[in-house]
């Protein structure tokens, strides 16, 4: 189908971008690659879309104090290449592979992936399991959100109107293993993983599991299984199938921690 | 009152300027502004490929990016990367083995075939069909699309 009909700008500057967030309907786009489907479905409708692909302070990886600092308009492929994101957080490089296929992860952003809180996606486990700060704009300042207090739910974030999620602090891992399983390459997630080792505490974020990532700080593995929640079932596999599959991923992950 | 929007881009070497509605995603625009009807489209929600094009040089879904997001790229379809004879090899391997029968989704999988092609790596089978995992087709079962792509890689 086509997409309904809206208005357009690109702002320049973030408080350009705040000004047009202001007017009544108005919804911010990135990479497009999840608000255009949805507009094209028709299950969107926003009277004005504001591109912040052009404002500068939006782009680029930097690495500050062990803590690296990615640009909410970073692409999927330019973190994918990234040389410091391969070397000081080989789990978010190991995730990004993950994501749909290299025409979307050419448009698709980091920023865009965090904001939208897609239960099944890939980004926001690797933010909880790392516990990355994510990093807030309004007009009235930045502020910053833990991950795990940013997921709110399904779709559903800690961000407010008028605000734009601006770029993600993520600390550097010891050991780290992502596990995805998934009915075809690029496919949603039936249920994945981000683990993370770090002196003597072990961090796994499940996806595809509940309706936001799924934390767990285990001791043992046995303690880890019982842990996990009952998931709810998709269109293909019942509840006690995803929970059988979330624990298999769990064993291996335990193994290579 | 729909919002017109003015656009500058390239498209296969040639500037075009044109007046577009700010819902128009680009396919709808090369075909129906252009007359460029290489780029299909299929799904229109960017999971069969079959739109695939490239911008500044990275291929993308046409239909997940809007015309008035092309102001100021380079793009380049299926007839400019056909008329400059970039895919020639693939287009004869594509001819050769069989890797098509309806052909509508040969423009997108051509275009995302050569973008692995002239990355330089000598994919494995399993890396090709990795690499089109995202390009649909309903005739051929792959084999015969993943055959003429390893034919071309490998020599």
Request: with cysteine; net charge positive; glycine share 8%.
């Given at each position: 189908?086509?997409?309904?009909?809206?208005?357009?700008?690109?702002?320049?500057?973030?408080?350009?971008?705040?000004?047009?967030?202001?007017?009544?309907?108005?919804?911010?786009?990135?990479?497009?690659?999840?608000?255009?489907?949805?507009?094209?479905?028709?299950?969107?409708?926003?009277?004005?879309?504001?591109?912040?692909?052009?404002?500068?302070g939006l782009k680029?990886?930097?690495?500050?104090?062990?803590?690296?600092?990615?640009?909410?308009?970073?692409t999927h492929t330019q973190v994918e290449r990234s040389a410091e994101v391969s070397e000081h957080l080989p789990l978010v490089a190991e995730a990004v592979s993950h994501i749909a296929h290299p025409a979307i992860r050419n448009r698709g952003t980091l920023g865009g992936s965090l904001a939208l809180a897609d239960p099944a996606a890939e980004l926001p486990a690797c933010a909880v399991a790392l516990d990355a700060v994510l990093v807030v704009a309004a007009k009235k300042g930045e502020r910053r959100v833990s991950a795990a207090d940013f997921f709110k739910g399904l779709f559903e974030t800690?961000?407010?109107?008028?605000?734009?999620?601006?770029?993600?602090?993520?600390?550097?891992?010891?050991?780290?293993?992502?596990?995805?399983?998934?009915?075809?390459?690029?496919?949603?997630?039936?249920?994945?993983?981000?683990?993370?080792?770090?002196?003597?505490?072990?961090?796994?974020?499940?996806?595809?599991?509940?309706?936001?990532?799924?934390?767990l700080k285990p001791k043992s593995l046995e303690e880890a299984k019982k842990s996990l929640p009952v998931p709810a079932a998709d269109l293909y596999h019942s509840a006690s199938t995803k929970l059988h599959l979330a624990k298999v991923l769990l064993e291996r992950a335990w193994n290579s921690l | 009152?729909?919002?017109?929007?003015?656009?500058?881009?390239?498209?296969?070497?040639?500037?075009?300027?044109?007046?577009?509605?700010?819902?128009?995603h680009l396919v709808d625009f090369l075909r129906e502004e252009l007359g460029l009807t290489g780029s299909h489209l299929g799904c229109e929600h960017g999971v069969c490929g079959a739109c695939t094009i490239r911008v500044d040089g990275e291929i993308v879904r046409g239909c997940l990016m809007l015309a008035v997001q092309a102001n100021g790229c380079?793009?380049?379809?299926?007839?400019?990367?056909?008329?400059?004879?970039?895919?020639?090899?693939?287009?004869?391997?594509?001819?050769?083995?069989?890797?098509?029968?309806?052909?509508?989704?040969?423009?997108?999988?051509?275009m995302a075939a050569q973008d692995l092609i002239r990355n330089g790596k000598k994919?494995?089978?399993?890396?090709?069909?990795?690499?089109?995992?995202?390009?649909?087709?309903?005739?051929?079962g792959y084999q015969a699309i993943v055959d003429a792509i390893e034919e071309v890689i490998h020599g």
């Open positions: 189908m086509k997409a309904p009909s809206f208005a357009y700008a690109k702002p320049r500057s973030l408080a350009e971008a705040f000004e047009l967030l202001e007017r009544p309907g108005a919804k911010i786009l990135a990479g497009g690659q999840s608000l255009i489907p949805s507009l094209n479905l028709r299950l969107s409708s926003p009277e004005l879309l504001v591109d912040i692909t052009a404002i500068e680029g990886i930097s690495l500050k104090n062990g803590t690296l600092r990615v640009g909410a308009l970073c800690d961000l407010k109107s008028g605000e734009i999620l601006v770029g993600a602090e993520f600390p550097k891992a010891g050991k780290s293993v992502f596990l995805e399983l998934a009915r075809r390459q690029g496919d949603y997630a039936i249920v994945g993983l981000a683990a993370v080792s770090r002196s003597n505490e072990k961090r796994i974020a499940f996806f595809g599991l509940g309706s936001k990532p799924v934390l | 009152m729909e919002q017109s929007l003015s656009v500058t881009m390239t498209v296969n070497g040639a500037q075009v300027t044109r007046s577009v509605p700010a819902r128009q380079r793009v380049d379809t299926i007839e400019g990367l056909s008329d400059s004879k970039e895919l020639e090899k693939l287009q004869a391997a594509f001819h050769r083995r069989n890797a098509l029968q309806c052909g509508f989704c040969t423009p997108g999988m051509l994919a494995t089978r399993e890396e090709i069909r990795a690499y089109i995992s995202g390009n649909y087709c309903r005739c051929t």
